[in-house]
Every structure is written in C-alpha cells, then in structure tokens.
C-alpha cells in the first residue's frame, strides 16, 4: 500500500482506468446505440446554406462580397466554422448554455429538452454545454429571431434588451450596421444552434 | 529519512523562488482580471469596445492563470521543497529546473496571447490553445497544449525520479498523493484536451469534459494540496498526524472514488441516467471520505490549538481545511437532482468553485509560502500586522463572496423555475453583483498586503534566525 509500484499502478494508472471504463466508456457504448446518431461532418452540415444566411446575402450584397464572395455551401461552412471559432473565443459558452434539460419549467421557457442526436456533429467537437446561464439558453434558438434581431443584439444587446449585461460586439459591424467578416459568421452561427434539432417545432 | 552526506545543499532554495515568484505574480494578474470581469455585471467594464480585451477573454485569463499559473507554479515550488526531504536525495537536476520553468511560463504567455485573439479551446479549465483550429490540422497559433504536455512530463520526470530511487522504503501519506498525483495529472491532461476535440463528439464528449475538470481539481490539485498538508502540517506543529489507518482510507477512498464523479458537472443532461446515478453515488461517498481525511487534521491539531494564535501558516492551513469540509458538505447536496434542478446554471456553482479554488487550496499555499519565504530569502517576516491583513481581508472576503452567490444562485434557480422574465433575474442579481465585487476587492487588497510583505522582506535586512520560528512544545 505505501510502495512505489502499488501507488503508481493500482492507484495512479489503475483507479483512473476503472473510471474511464465506468463513466466514458459505457455512456459511449449506450450512446452508440441509440437510433439517429450519425455523425454530420461540416460539409454535410454545410451542404443547403440556410434561409438566414440566404438572406444576410441579399441584405448586405456588398458587404457579403467583400466577406465570403458567393453565397454557397462552401461559404456556409466557412461562415459556420469561424462563428463557432468566435463564440468559443469571446467565451459566449461560459455564460450561455447550450442544453434545454427536463427540470425546472425549462421546456416551457426555452422549448424541447435537449437529446443525444442532435449534438453528434462537427460544429458540437468539443460540444459546447456550459456550466452557467448569465444569459438564457441558446439551444433552442434556431428559427426564434430575425437575422435584423441578432445584429441590433450583437451591436449593442441594450438595443433590444434594455436590462441585458452581456458585452457589445460592435466591432464585429461596420458603421451603417451592415456586418464585417467575423459579424456574418457569428450571426450564421448562432442561427444555427439548434438546427440539428428534428422534433417538433418549438413554442 | 535518509541523512544527508553531500555537503551539496538538499534543496535548490533558486527554484522554489522563482516559481513562487512566477506563482504570486499569476495570481495578481488573475484576481485582478476576475475583478475586472465582475465589473461588466455591473456595466462599469473599463474597455467596452475593445475586442483584445473583451471581457470573455479576461474570464478565460481568470480562471486559466488562477488554475495553471498560480496554482501549477506554487504547488511547484512546493514540491521542490517536499520531495528532495521525503526522499533524502536531490531532484533530477537543476538545469532542467530552470528548463520546466521556462517552458511553463512561455506556455502561459502564449495561453494569455491566444485568449486575447480568439484562440481559446473549448475545454473548461482547459481553454489553453491547442493551436489548431478545431477540428482540423491547420496551425493558427502557438500549440499551447503541446508545450504543456512536454512541461509536464519534464515537471513529472524531475519528481518521479527521485521518488523512484528511493522505492525501497515505505513512503510517507504525502508521497502517495505526489505519485499518484503526478500519474494522474499527465492521463487527466492528455484524455481532457485531446479525446473531446478529436474523438468524441457531443454527449459522448460531454462525459469526457465533465471528467476532465472533475479529475484537473480532484487528481492534481486536491492531491498536491493533501500532501503538503501532511507535509507541512506535522512539520510545524512537531507531532506526527493523528491516524495512520484514516490516512490510508482518506488516500485510497480518493484514489477510488473520486474520478467516478465525473460526469455530476452534466447532470439532467443527454448523457444517459444510469451514468449520472452512478456519479451521484460515488461522489457521496467522496464526502464521507473527505470527513475521515479533516477529522485526521483536526484530532492532530488538539492539545497544539494555540498554534492556531502563534502560525500564521498553521492558521491559513486550518482555515482551508474548515472551507474544504464546508465546501465538499455543500458538495454532497448539490450532486443530488433534488438540488440540481435548482442551483445548476447558477451563482451557486461559481461561488462553490470560488470556496474551493481560493478558500482551500489558495490558502493552503498562502500557508505554505508564510511559513518558506523567511526560510528562502533568509529575512524575517517584515509585518505582522501585514500578515493579519492579508489572512483576515482573505477570510472575511472569500465567506462573503461564498455565501453571497450561493444565495443569488438560489433565488436565480427559484426565479428560473417560476419562469420569470429572464432580465427579472438579472435584475434581481445586480445587488449580489454588488456584493461580489466588493468581496473579490477585498480579496485583492489582501493579497496587495501579503505581495507587498513579501518583497519588504526579501528587501529586509532581519536576518532570519530559526529558534524564533518554533512553537512551543508544551500543550495548552
């Protein structure tokens, strides 16, 4: 009990083997089983650009342009990509969670709970949970607001939620609210969040 | 322990100081980013339109300093004080020394760099950059994650290897927890930082980063923590601790139990039920574990209470291991679903890893550096009025700041079920936001007294004389 190899092995490499079994390992194996948990690469996630991205095209033709260049799945999936890469930057995940659960009336406020299937794709490696809701739940978010909505939001979110704490993005926009780069992807991405969802429509 | 022969000097007295230089000045910058972050709750954030220092990157600085700068450099130079005298022999080699610490400072300017540009990692308590962009091979930064990892097998060879030489003998509590910790810290860090960004997606991944933070606190920090305590403990009060056999089931209840936990960070999750009942389990019995473990120290502690009035290291210690039991008390509460339905999401979780990071295991530090820095720059204390401030701002601040958010993550938790407007939460959370900031400035003007201390004192010109320093060895 109080030697070299005892300690090293059986509890070092030993007890955390045993847990890795128990607590990955098994949940791996259910989760494998379920129905309906493919796993979406980003091209296939990419494949149709969505009707929010479509419209950010023709909104802002000429910031679009200047962006992405053609509005294509190709640039779907880039725009989707470097969202993501900012929202995990700008440490949105640590104050908006991406999980609805089945407890505390949250189906009434933020609509179905979450379910294994949707979060089997490339834009959820590493998925993005989180631990704290500063801000409301985003999983549910998909087809809620306007492209017009987010961009008044990221600007300055006491545009349109006078109370709100959250930081302003308006470095992601340019002067006439037209977005930037990084301001396109982060819109196409959180009105994305929640699109791998296929239940029922939410409230 | 062996005698030492070698006219050599056992310990090397120059890396202990830098790293707790390293250590103190982490901590600095990341309480003062935490205070900072408090202060966009309360829409007095001093650089609203910058993006470098936005405030999510100055949280990702909170958190990763407070974790791998303070914590990983003061444990350290800790064990470079412990493991050289538990073992009778030197570390590998003090070249390679000033090697790890290079290498771990430049990895967490490289971190601080990457979280100012977007190159977080999306890992909690793992944010440093892996340097690839997700999910790809494309490198778009330093690989931060990389130089940890060649960090910390060096770090590891350094220790394990006089550890090693010295196997023939039976190893004292405080050398279990450093082997043991050592083995885990390299398993938890690769398995956290590789497997959820390029094996395992979604849920299967959430079980996965749910272990990784579990077993980064409960794997390296607790175990490094537990052991200097066992070290420093019966060293300064002069006996030995109280209960070998408690000793052994404290050691392997946490060997055993602990990492089951993992996966109570995601609970009521997609993760599948039967997993989360049996975190649940295990981590209830962690706490009984734990009560064995405190009992131990405070049965130790009797018959020397007054060291309590005459070591400021025995005091921080003793007051981080009452926070401990509170917080992991707290702990067996709110792994239950009961609790979870309410308090998850909320204040409550930050204020429980705010009780445990500081009120424990930074304090156990503090402990630890009151009671070496005389001994390495070879000064008495310059003020003890200082060292009052330091250790009563610290306390007074980390139980406000406890209880504060505790009780804003309930009535948040209550609000969220009664399906208030969300800005009503906010709204409601503003005072406690309040309260919170001015805990954690209080915490930071503690830690101003203790840094200023510090360099008065290396400044000084009392030269440190060692029979000032025992405690009495009559019981009271």
Same mark, same amino acid.
């Given at each position: 009990m109080e030697r070299f190899y005892t300690l090293a092995f059986a509890a070092g490499i030993g007890c955390f083997a045993v847990a890795f079994v128990l607590s990955i390992a098994f949940p791996v194996m259910s989760l494998d089983n379920y129905k309906g948990m493919e796993y979406q690469s980003l091209e296939q996630l990419a494949e149709t650009p969505s009707q929010s991205f479509v419209d950010l095209s023709t909104s802002y033709p000429e910031a679009f342009a200047e962006a992405f260049g053609e509005m294509n799945s190709e640039s779907y999936g880039e725009a989707l990509r470097r969202g993501r890469d900012i929202y995990i930057g700008q440490a949105c995940w640590h104050c908006h969670s991406q999980y609805v659960r089945v407890v505390s009336n949250e189906e009434q406020r933020f609509g179905t709970p979450s379910t294994a299937q949707e979060y089997n794709n490339y834009l959820n490696q590493p998925h993005l949970w989180g631990t704290r809701r500063v801000g409301p739940d985003l999983a549910r978010e998909y087809g809620k607001r306007t492209n017009d909505w987010h961009i008044a939001h990221l600007i300055n979110p006491k545009n349109v939620v006078p109370l709100s704490v959250m930081p302003a993005y308006a470095y992601y926009f340019n002067e006439d609210g037209s977005p930037k780069r990084d301001g396109f992807s982060l819109v196409t991405y959180l009105q994305w969040i929640g699109s791998t969802y296929k239940g029922d429509p939410q409230p | 322990m062996q005698p030492q022969l070698s006219s050599e000097p056992l310990v090397s007295y120059k890396l202990i100081k830098l790293h707790l230089i390293a250590a103190a000045i982490a901590l600095l910058l990341s309480m003062a980013a935490g205070f900072l972050y408090s202060l966009q709750f309360l829409g007095y954030y001093p650089w609203p339109d910058s993006e470098l220092l936005a405030p999510g990157h100055i949280r990702l600085i909170h958190t990763n300093l407070a974790a791998y700068g303070w914590l990983v450099n003061g444990f350290t130079a800790m064990t470079y004080y412990a493991v050289p005298r538990l073992t009778?022999?030197?570390? !590998?080699?003090?070249?390679?020394?000033? !090697?790890?610490?290079?290498?771990?400072?430049?990895? !967490?300017? #490289?971190?601080?760099? =990457?979280?100012?540009?977007?190159?977080? /990692?999306?890992? $909690?308590?793992?944010?440093?950059?892996?340097?690839?962009?997700?999910g790809t091979f494309d490198l778009n930064w330093i690989p931060v994650d990389l130089i940890v990892v060649i960090g910390a097998v060096l770090l590891i060879t350094q220790f394990m290897v006089p550890i090693y030489k010295a196997r023939e003998q039976k190893f004292y509590v405080t050398l279990w927890y450093f082997i043991s910790g050592f083995v885990w810290l390299a398993l938890t860090y690769l398995m956290g930082n590789i497997i959820p960004e390029w094996v395992l997606p979604g849920a299967a991944g959430a079980a996965v980063t749910g272990l990784f933070i579990h077993d980064l606190v409960g794997l390296y920090v607790t175990p490094m923590g537990w052991g200097l305590m066992y070290?420093?403990?019966?060293?300064?009060?002069?006996?030995?601790?109280?209960? +070998?056999?408690l000793s052994v089931i404290g050691f392997w209840g946490l060997a055993f139990f602990y990492p089951l936990g993992g996966v109570h960070h995601f609970l009521i999750s997609p993760i599948p039920d039967y997993v989360e009942y049996g975190a649940i389990t295990t981590t209830l019995a962690i706490e009984v574990v734990v009560t064995t473990v405190v009992v131990n120290f405070f049965m130790t502690l009797r018959g020397k209470w007054s060291a309590l009035r005459t070591s400021f290291a025995i005091r921080w210690?003793?007051? =981080? #291991?009452?926070?401990?039991?509170?917080?992991?008390?707290?702990?067996?509460? /709110?792994?239950?679903?009961?609790?979870?339905?309410?308090? +998850?999401?909320?204040?409550?979780?930050?204020?429980?890893?705010?009780?445990?990071?500081?009120?424990?295991?930074?304090?156990?530090?503090? =402990?630890?550096?009151?009671? !070496?820095?005389?001994?390495?720059?070879?000064?008495?204390?310059?003020?003890?009025?200082?060292?009052?401030?330091?250790?009563?701002?610290?306390?007074?601040?980390?139980?406000?700041?406890?209880?504060?958010?505790?009780? #804003?993550?309930?009535? +948040?938790?209550?609000?969220?079920?009664?399906?208030?407007?969300?800005?009503?939460?906010?709204?409601?959370?503003?005072?406690?936001?309040?309260?919170?900031?001015?805990?954690? #400035?209080?915490?930071?003007?503690?830690?101003?007294?203790?840094?200023?201390?510090?360099?008065?004192?290396?400044?000084?010109?009392? $030269?440190?004389? $060692?029979?000032?320093?025992?405690?009495?060895?009559?019981?009271?």
């Open positions: - | 009778g022999s030197k570390v !590998l080699s003090e070249k390679m020394g000033t !090697l790890i610490f290079a290498v771990w400072q430049f990895a !967490l300017l #490289a971190s601080l760099g =990457g979280f100012l540009f977007n190159r977080a /990692q999306a890992i $909690e308590w793992g944010e440093t950059p892996t340097g690839f962009r997700p070290f420093f403990v019966p060293l300064i009060l002069k006996k030995p601790i109280w209960s +070998h056999s210690f003793y007051a =981080g #291991a009452v926070m401990y039991f509170i917080t992991c008390f707290q702990c067996a509460f /709110q792994v239950t679903w009961m609790f979870q339905k309410i308090i +998850h999401f909320t204040d409550w979780v930050v204020s429980h890893a705010h009780m445990i990071m500081f009120g424990t295991f930074t304090f156990w530090l503090f =402990g630890v550096i009151d009671w !070496l820095w005389p001994r390495i720059v070879r000064r008495e204390w310059h003020s003890t009025s200082l060292r009052a401030w330091h250790f009563w701002l610290s306390v007074t601040g980390i139980v406000v700041m406890f209880f504060d958010l505790m009780i #804003a993550g309930l009535v +948040h938790g209550f609000m969220q079920r009664e399906l208030n407007h969300w800005t009503d939460i906010i709204d409601m959370s503003i005072p406690f936001w309040w309260v919170r900031t001015v805990s954690g #400035a209080m915490l930071l003007g503690g830690l101003m007294c203790g840094l200023y201390n510090m360099y008065a004192t290396a400044k000084s010109d009392v $030269e440190y004389v $060692e029979e000032n320093h025992l405690i009495p060895a009559s019981a009271d």
